[in-house]
């Protein structure tokens, strides 16, 4: 008794198995689904898409939408694109967006942007409302040396021909700034540019900034400008230093030429002062040489001698006035400091 209540049970667990097997090879309530909603597909092209691990769902419920809206799609395309890593829904979705907008959205370029690795229901969305990008803050300096500081806004809509190989915000931002930088730098002063803002704006909406990216430019607004440093000033300040510099270089390189100079002659007089010294240690000996061969007597060395004192006395003489000269202008001087 027991072993028949064991095998019915297992009839049974067999039997529901089974069941979900043919049902979820077999998806008769997608098949009829898609059938009361207007989409003609076959039971077995739905078993077909079992095996090519395609998950039918996704493909029947993007069809329904389409069929919904007006839209035909083929349902080998919404495979292929799904096998080939594609976003299914996102594509159909996009479709019925653009179809709605009045714009001109093919299959394969829609696929071709979600297989680009780009959201195609936002570009759509983009198209439809235009996107508004605020740029970091732009340094620049006027001609008059003034540093202004610019925020802009960029209001872009998306380019659906240029998704597909077209360049990202990142490009448009780094173009704007550009071009913010280059409108401020011509301007001859920084008055100027505060006054009559929009004058960049034209500037910049003038160089076709859009060209080889995935959007267009609608219009670019100066949100903000502030006044930065005086740019001009400290680059004089900066010349002025670095002039001082140099001309503290030269002099100190002509002192210290001039002090090499003044020890260089102080070297060559004692280099004169001891040849003298060395002639005159010869002038006794020359002496003696003369009296030893007659040609000098003691007569003569008397009235050498002789000459000798009577030039140290009158040196001694003429040197007594100017050192009391110098005393007596000393006691001038200081008199006139108390």
Not at 43 to 48: T, Y
Request: net charge neutral; aromatic share 6%; charged share 25%.
């Amino acid at each position: 008794m027991e072993t028949n209540v064991f095998v019915i049970i297992a009839i049974g667990v067999a039997s529901l198995f089974g069941l979900w097997i043919i049902f979820y090879f077999i998806p008769v309530g997608l098949w009829f689904t898609a059938l009361l909603s207007g989409v003609r597909i076959s039971l077995i092209q739905l078993v077909f898409m079992r095996w090519r691990k395609v998950p039918p769902t996704v493909i029947v419920r993007s069809m329904i939408s389409a069929t919904k809206a007006g839209l035909s799609v083929n349902r080998d395309a919404l495979e292929a694109h799904f096998l080939a890593g594609g976003n299914v829904p996102s594509v159909v979705n996009a479709l019925i967006s653009a179809d709605k907008a009045n714009m001109n959205l093919e299959f394969q370029v829609a696929t071709a942007i979600d297989l680009a690795g780009r959201d195609v229901l936002e570009a759509v969305q983009m198209s439809v409302n235009p996107k508004v990008i605020d740029t970091p803050p732009v340094t620049a300096v006027a001609k008059d040396g003034i540093q202004l500081i610019a925020k802009a806004r960029v209001t872009v809509r998306a380019n659906i021909k240029q998704l597909v190989g077209g360049a990202g915000e990142e490009t448009v931002l780094a173009r704007v700034g550009e071009g913010v930088v280059s409108s401020i730098g011509s301007a001859d002063s920084h008055k100027s540019v505060l006054e009559n803002p929009d004058s960049i704006s034209r500037v910049v909406l003038e160089k076709g900034l859009d060209s080889g990216t995935a959007f267009e430019i609608l219009s670019i607004d100066i949100a903000d400008i502030d006044i930065g440093k005086n740019i001009g000033a400290v680059l004089q300040m900066d010349q002025a230093h670095a002039d001082k510099n140099i001309a503290q270089a030269k002099a100190e390189e002509r002192r210290a030429m001039a002090v090499a100079q003044e020890q260089e002659m102080k070297a060559k007089a004692q280099e004169a002062r001891a040849k003298v010294i060395e002639a005159e240690v010869e002038i006794p000996l020359a002496m003696a040489e003369a009296f030893k061969t007659g040609n000098l007597g003691i007569m003569d060395y008397y009235k050498f001698k002789n000459i000798q004192a009577d030039t140290k006395m009158r040196d001694s003489i003429s040197e007594r006035p100017s050192s009391s000269k110098r005393r007596e202008d000393s006691d001038d001087r200081d008199k006139s400091k108390k």
